[in-house]
C-alpha cells in the first residue's frame, strides 16, 4: 500500500473512527454517518484529494440498519490515486451532510443520489430533483419502490390473467 495512503489511514482512523478494508488494490474506507465530512475535509485539505469523481448509493433492503451506504471516488490529481469512501446510513430518515462546501461539483451528485434514493443531504443549496420530473412520488432506485408493470402469464396465473382476444384474430 501506498505510504501517502498508510499516512491518511492513520490520520483518519484517530478522528473520524474508521474502518480500512483493501481489496484488488483499491482502499476503502467506511465512515461513520456523522463523521463523514470532517472525514473528506481531512482527505481534500490534508491529503490532496481535491476531485470528487463519483457519488452514489447502495440500497441493501430489507436490511434496515444500515439500509443504504453512499459510496464516494475521490481522487487526488497530484499523486493519482483514487480512494473509495463508504458511509453506512440506517433506513429511517435516512440524510447526511452535504459536502458541497469541499467538492463543489457534489451538488449535482447530491441530487441525484436524493432523487433516486431518497437520501437527503442536510444543508444543501438546491436540493429538488434532477432527473425525475417534479411531480414524481417515491425514488426509483430503492428496492422497495413499486415497480407498476403488467403481470406476464404463465402456466400457473394462466386462469387470473384475461385473455380476451380481439374479434378477427386467433
Known amino acids: 500500500m501506498n505510504e501517502i495512503l498508510q499516512i491518511a489511514i492513520e490520520a483518519l482512523k484517530k478522528n473520524c473512527r474508521v474502518e480500512v478494508e483493501e481489496f484488488r488494490g483499491e482502499v476503502t474506507f467506511v465512515i461513520e454517518p456523522g463523521r463523514h465530512e470532517e472525514g473528506a475535509r481531512i482527505l481534500h485539505d490534508e491529503f490532496g484529494f481535491d476531485m470528487l469523481l463519483d457519488e452514489t448509493a447502495v440500497d441493501y433492503w430489507p436490511e434496515e440498519s ?4 453512499l459510496v464516494y471516488h475521490v481522487y487526488s490529481t497530484q499523486k493519482n490515486l ?44 438546491d436540493m429538488r430533483r434532477i432527473i425525475m420530473p417534479y411531480d414524481w412520488e417515491g425514488h426509483p432506485l430503492r428496492k422497495d419502490y413499486p415497480l407498476g408493470y403488467e403481470e406476464v402469464q404463465f402456466t400457473f396465473n394462466f386462469n387470473e390473467i384475461d385473455l380476451r382476444k380481439p374479434k378477427g384474430k386467433l
Do not use: Q
Request: charged letters at 20%; proline letters at 12%.
Open 66 to 69: 444500515p439500509r443504504f451506504h
Open 82 to 125: 483514487v480512494l473509495c469512501v463508504r458511509v453506512p446510513i440506517p433506513g429511517a430518515n435516512p440524510s447526511v451532510p452535504t459536502l458541497e462546501k469541499i467538492y463543489p461539483n457534489a451538488n449535482w451528485k447530491e441530487r441525484e443520489v436524493w432523487d433516486m434514493f431518497g437520501i437527503h443531504f442536510d444543508g444543501h443549496s
